[in-house]
Each structure stands twice: as C-alpha cells, then as structure tokens.
C-alpha cells in the first residue's frame, strides 16, 4: 500500500506556534484514512518550524484531495492559537513532486477539523469529483452560519452582523502598526468648552500641529482665496461633489447681470453655461436634517448651493453662494462683491456642509460600506478556491475590523460624531439612507463619473488626470485576470457561484435598489471587469484620495469647520470680520476633531501598496505575471507623479501609487 509523506509547515510570525497537539488526515477519492498524530514526541509546533509524519493508509485512497486537520489543546498547557502556513504532501519520501494545501490562516482547537485544498484554484464547472463539490458548499454553509448581514442606519448600505471586532476571529482581524502619530498638542483641552478667544489663539494650535505639514500651512496662507476655494473642490479631501452644469437650478435666482463681473469680458452666464465653464456645488442632501447639539449648545446646518466659473487661466472661483434651498428675503444670494466677512462667512458654510458630505458619504459610504458590502458577499457566497474570492480579499478584508471599530466608536454615543461633528447621531443615520438612495453606480466608476461631471478635460482636476490613470492600470489587469478564468460570455452567466455573490451583494447590500444602475448579474466578461476594478479602486485609490488627504485641508479649521454655532445669516451685512470666529466650534471639539483627523490621516507603518500582495495565490504563474505587470504600470504612473508635483507649489500626490494602500485599513 502506497505510503505519504506529509510535512506540516508552522508560519515564521513569532506567535505563530502553539503549545497543541496536532492531528492529520488524508482524504482521498477513494476513501479517507483515520487520523494520525502529526508532532512526534519530542518536537513542538514552533514559529518557522517543520513537521513530518508518514501516512500509512490501511486501503487504496486514490488522489489525495483534501488535508484535514484538527488542533487538540495539551492538558496543563495554554490552548494557543496555531499559524499553519501549509501543508505538503509527497507520495513516498524519494519522490521529487510535491503537492501542496495551503493554509495561512490561525487554526483554534474549536474549529474542529479544518481541511484544507490544493493550491489549485477554479471554478465550480472545473471540480470533477463530488466530494471537492461538496466541500465547497460545506465551506460556504459554515461561513454562512457566522458572517450574516445586519443594518446600521435603516436604509442604508448594510454591514456585518457583529458589534466586537474580537467577533471576527483571528483570520478576518489585523494588528495595525501605528507610524507613531504625535497628538501630544491637541491633549489638555478637554475642559474648554468655549468658543476660541482670537485666530491668533487658533494659530498657536495649528503651529504645533502642522508646523512640519507644508499643505496645510498652505490652507491657511490662502483659505480665504476665491481661486483656493475652487481648486479644493477640485483637488482637496472631497473631489467627489464638484459637477458641471448646463442650465441653473430652479431655486437659485441668479441672472446674468448680477453676475457680469465675475464672468468673461463680453460674455454673459447663458453663454458660459452653454460653454462648459459653470459648475455647481449642491448640497441638497442636507437639507433639514437636524443638527447636533454640542457642550450643551445648539449647533446649525445649511445646505447651500455654491455656483462657480471655470475662467479662462484655469482657475475655478465661485461667483454666486445661497446657504439654503428657498430663495426669498431671509435667504440672500451672496457674491464675490458683497462685503469680505460676507462673502468668507458664506464660503465656511459651504465647507462646513462639505465636511458632512465627505467624511460620511465620500469617505464613509463610498470606500468604507461597499468595500464591507463586497467583503460579506465574498465570504458568504465564493469559497476560498473561487478565483475571485483569492483576488478580492487582499482588497477587502480590512474593511471588517476598521467599520466595526468606527461603528462602535467614531459613530457611537460619546463618539466624536456625538461630541463634535455638526452631523451628529440623529442626523448621521438620516445622512447615510439619503446617500444610499442617491448613490449610483456609475459614479463609482471614474471614466462615467468624471465624464458626468464635466471633469474629465480640466486641466488642473489633478485628482481626475490620477485616478483615471489609476482605473485604468487596474482594469488592464482585472481584464487579463478574468481572461485567465472565464473564456468566454457564456462562462460568467454559468458561474453560480459568481452569480450568487453579485445577486447577494444587490438584494442584502444595496437593498435591491435598482434605480442605483448596480448590476444584478452578470452576462458578459465586460461587465465584470468593470465591477472589479470599481471594487479595487474604491477600497484603494479613492480611499487614499479621500482619507490621506484630511488633515492636511482640515488642521486650520476655518478652511472646513466640523461644525458651525451660530446660525446661517439672514441678511447681507450683519457680520464683521470678528464674528466670524463665533461660528467656529469651540475649543474642545476642535481638538476632538483634529485627533481623529490626524489618526486616520496617517498610513501604517507595515502598509502594503496597491497591487502587492503577501499571499501565495499571487506569487507564481501566469497571475505573477499579471501582478509584475501591473506594478510596472502604477511605478511608471507614480513616476509621472512626482515629476509633476516637483513643479508644483501645491502637489497633489494622493493618487500616487506609492501612497495607495491596498485596502481600507483605517
């Protein structure tokens, strides 16, 4: 009878070994053989180590398929997790083929028994015996038992069922390394709920903290511009708002005349709308939703429209603001002639409403919440064998662990939503369902987004010129990843499993909402192509582009106050160029705000770039080839970058590969 020889490897990480006792079985297509103890006396699962037992099956297994293995605590030893990296199987000891059963997973005595498949990844139409058939529905049944669906805010984008990230298990969890945020100068302030004395007391915060940040002192050398504020809208931490127009809202009642000196010598505002040069900042979602209530203080919200002139040097400047969505007497139209504290006031109320806008909806909705959308269904619904399963979870399993941690935090009583954000918890929820209901697919794919919103000509949109760079190195590589697998059409529409998580992913995570434009299915390779690299992109480049970008625009906080404590004015001239620091938040919230801010700015110590991986899936034929590919592309568009930006008195290096995570991580 034929004898295996089966060596079991312990991953290197030093807490990777374990003081239990391991079990091994093989699996074959004939039968299975009785388990057999796979550390002999005398060694241990240490970090790094190796282990070798021989297999000697009583009958005829046939082809190996499956390793089971099942961890046993030790009595009178801690019942340590184990880190297996894989498992390799010779059928005698002389033999040169080896076969190996991946793993790179932790492994708990009350897993049971965990078995594990060739490193061969494929289809369901390509498993050939019934018993690899019924692993993988086993697989998904058990996955399906733990990962379940629940909802946050009620119409709204779901999320996993689970409050503790310690839920998750030591799989789906991560130890971030902290690149040792300095937060020593915004502690202390705890105690100060009152508004700041002076700017000047304002500037010696912001020295402490952005001394070393050459884009923030920028904002605040220049926040007050006309041509900043519009460049902002364009290149700041929200790129996603701006949009061409061709005819005015009906609630705005601008003429050409009120705004003849803001436009073209000769020209009038019909000829500048039919032209391509007026753009509009609208920020209806916001409209009357309540606002919080900070140190006891009532706060405010508006929700303006701010209509602004791309001129003929490249700049865009906003030419006419109104803070809320009914024109009439209590709601002047403010304009670039108006008197300074004026016209500042209502551009802080305009970044004040973009505040809310980006960090729920831009930042939170678009990156966050469908990266753990994707994430849920690919757990659920593809097993680990299913190519696309191996492809997305490099990009999607962080998302878990950081939303439960957000949920459970940022947006929870005593959260800083709570404490200092004028979109506080009864308004966030609200927020979140409007933004669901407005969201639409194709403005989650750059090329339909920035053609949508007039951005994809402009010459100084640096966020548009990088991100459609970007989209385009990765869906390259996603059109030649599904190449690899799907051979044609027809492939896709009988790929059930692929199927099932896209029809999963629209029913449970978008809520079956359809006039979103997500697909329901997929009939072509074309269409998943693009899914993917709209998935990959979001969960990567547009998370950098929204996320990393924070504190530099943010850390002076009149540029984009988190919240505004007094009312949006009713009239022209009520304010001096003093009242404009009592609209600001007070002192402590300020602090609590800029905290978070320079937190979730910072990327890990131990990051991974776009598109390089750790797991073994990506590291051989013709995928690696894919990946070398593929980095060559984004080293070459990083390259470009830095060219650029070293011309540049304010870069734009968001979108530069080299600092694109892989995932969403914090």
């Known amino acids: 009878m034929e004898e295996f020889q089966v060596t079991i490897r312990t991953s290197p ?37 190796t282990c070798t037992v021989v297999v000697k099956p009583e009958k005829e297994v046939g082809t190996v398929v499956l390793v089971r293995l099942r961890l046993e605590a030790r009595p009178g030893f801690p019942n340590l997790n184990w880190h297996c990296l894989d ?13 190996h059963f991946p793993c790179n997973k932790w492994i708990k005595t009350a897993d049971g028994d965990i078995e594990l498949r060739s490193n061969r990844v494929c289809l369901l139409k390509g498993e050939t015996l019934q ?45 971030r390394q902290s690149p040792g945020t300095n937060l020593n100068y915004l502690r202390g302030f705890t105690d100060r709920a009152e508004p700041w004395s002076s700017l000047e007391e304002l500037g010696i915060l912001f020295v402490h903290n952005g001394k070393d940040n050459a884009v923030a002192r920028y904002v605040q050398a220049h926040w007050r511009d006309d041509a900043f504020f519009g460049y902002q809208c364009l290149n700041g931490c929200n790129p996603l708002q701006i949009r061409q127009i061709h005819s005015l809202p009906t609630n705005l009642p601008v003429t050409s005349e009120m705004l003849r000196d803001f436009l073209p010598v000769g020209s009038s505002l019909e000829q500048e709308l039919e032209r391509g040069a007026i753009f509009l900042l609208d920020y209806e979602i916001l409209d009357q939703l309540p606002a919080n209530v ?40 403010f304009l670039p002639s108006d008197p300074e504290p004026d016209w500042l006031l209502a551009k802080m ?9 980006h960090q729920l ?4 909705l678009r990156t966050h919440m469908v990266g753990e959308v994707c994430c849920v269904a690919t757990l659920r619904r593809l097993p680990e064998i299913h190519p696309l399963h191996q492809l997305l979870m490099p990009h999607l399993k962080t998302c878990l662990q950081i939303n439960i941690q957000a949920r459970t935090s940022l947006l929870a009583p005593n959260g800083v939503f709570d404490k200092a954000i004028g979109c506080g918890l009864k308004a966030a929820p609200l927020l979140l369902a409007r933004g669901t209901e407005q969201l639409r697919y194709t403005s989650m794919c750059v090329p339909d987004d920035l053609k949508e919103r007039g951005l994809d000509k402009l010459a100084n949109c640096y966020y548009a010129q990088d991100a459609l760079r970007v989209w385009n190195a990765l869906h390259r590589f996603v059109v030649s990843w599904v190449d690899l697998y799907y051979c044609s059409d027809q492939d896709i529409q009988q790929d059930c499993e692929l199927q099932s998580w896209i029809q999963e992913i629209f029913t449970e ?27 990959i992109f979001s969960c990567s480049a547009l998370h950098a582009a929204v996320n990393f970008s924070q504190v530099d625009f943010n850390l002076w906080i009149p540029n984009c106050p988190a919240v505004m404590s007094r009312p949006p004015p009713e009239v022209k001239g009520s304010v001096t160029e003093e009242d404009l620091l009592s609209f600001l938040p007070d002192v402590n919230s300020t602090c609590s705000v800029l905290t978070i801010l320079l937190l979730l700015s910072q990327p890990a110590a131990d990051y991974v770039l776009l598109c390089h991986y750790r797991e073994q899936y990506f590291r051989s034929g013709d995928v690696c080839k894919l990946v070398e590919t593929v980095q060559k592309e984004l080293r070459a568009i990083a390259e470009d970058i830095t060219k650029r930006n070293s011309k540049m008195e304010l ?15 914090i």
Not at 87 to 99: G, I, S, T
Not at 349 to 357: G, K, L, P, T
Request: charge should be positive; hydrophobic fraction near 35%.
């Open 13 to 49: 990480g030093p807490l990777a070994g374990t003081y239990n006792t391991l079990w091994v079985s093989l699996i074959g297509s004939q039968c299975e053989c009785p388990p057999v103890r796979a550390v002999p006396d005398g060694q241990c699962l240490l970090p790094g180590s």
């Open 87 to 99: 498992v390799q199987l010779k059928p005698r000891a002389d033999a040169a083929e080896v076969e």
């Open 131 to 175: 018993i690899l058939r019924e692993h993988r529905a086993r697989e998904l049944q058990t996955k399906q038992q733990l990962i379940k669906w629940s909802t946050f805010a009620e119409g709204s984008i779901r999320c996993i069922d689970m409050t503790s990230s310690q839920s998750l298990g030591p799989n789906l969890s991560y130890t």
């Open 294 to 333: 900070i140190n006891g203080k009532q706060t405010y919200m508006a929700a303006p429209l701010c209509l602004l002139h791309y001129n003929q040097h490249g700049q865009l400047k906003p030419i006419a603001i109104q803070l809320q969505r009914t024109a009439g007497p209590q709601n002047p139209l």
């Open 349 to 357: 109320w305009v970044r004040n409403s973009d505040f809310q806008v």
């Open 361 to 364: 909806l831009s930042h939170f």
């Open 509 to 535: 995570g978008l809520l079956s909402f359809t006039h979103t434009g997500f697909p329901q299915s997929f009939q072509t390779t074309a269409e998943l192509s693009k899914f993917l690299t709209m998935v």
């Open 651 to 665: 870069p734009y290096p968001y979108l530069s590969p080299n600092n694109i995570e892989n995932s969403v991580a």
